[in-house]
């Protein structure tokens, strides 16, 4: 076998399309091979190998928004935490809260048409805080002091949502301390507890429009923090109605102010 043949088999010369070309001419050890598309002056052919890893700068930029699962030992919360925590209620409770919530309120003596109003128009009901059904309702009270004793806040208001089936549902919103400096001064932290019903809570980013979404079980609950609600909107989003179910959800919402932030 001649050397010409064997330099056809070997890698491919840097120097052979060069400008001055190879010196070493056929008896060059590596390929002379004309159909070998090489780097110097055929570019386009070239596959460079894409890397999966394009920037070894290290990043200190704090993330958009932290998913944490429990609540941390020391109580230490981030502007940009979202929180959750399954089971929050004991395994009783978990079991009957919702029916319970529901039994109190209607036991409460209220007209049910001036207890229950529209949450901006026609998406679902929240009970009226004007009508003072909170005191008739232990449960409700119960929920609260779990909510400022796990979390370690201090409740400013509160709020009973009321989904009746799957139809209802909420759209993007940020709560108030967002957009009012006078409830910001005293509002800094926004906790909810889903009951019944499991249905996803889903965030939206102010500018980009980017969503998060998690589901949220039956007791479940997820807070967020100052910058949170500032930066995102978030909702319970509509199920489509080929996926409809009849069955009903609670929210219990506190607004609080946390000085662990």
Known sequence: MSKEIINQTNKICKFYKTE???????????????????????????KKRPKNTENFNPSFKPSDMNIIVGIPNNKKYDINDVIIIPNFLDEINEKETF?????????????????????????????????????????????????????NIEIKSSRFNLYKDSNDWKPFHHDA?????????????????????????????????????????NCTAYAFSKNVNINWKHGIPKIHPDKAVNEGRISIIAWAKCEET
């Open 20 to 46: 001055n070309g190879c010196r070493h001419g056929n008896k060059c050890k590596f390929s002379h091979s004309e159909s070998i598309p090489t780097r110097q002056n055929n570019n386009n052919n070239y």
């Open 99 to 151: 029916n319970k919530l529901l039994d109190e309120i209607n036991k409460s003596g209220i007209d049910k048409d001036k207890l229950w109003k529209l949450w901006h128009g026609d998406t679902h009901l929240i009970a009226d805080d004007h009508m003072n059904w909170k005191e008739k309702v232990p449960t409700f009270k119960y929920i609260l002091d779990q909510i400022k004793d796990r979390f």
């Open 177 to 217: 301390a967002a957009i009012k400096e006078h409830i910001a001064e005293i509002q800094n932290f926004t906790v909810g507890i889903s009951l019944g019903a499991t249905r996803d809570i889903t965030f939206e980013h102010a500018k980009t429009k980017n969503t998060i979404s998690f589901n949220l079980p």
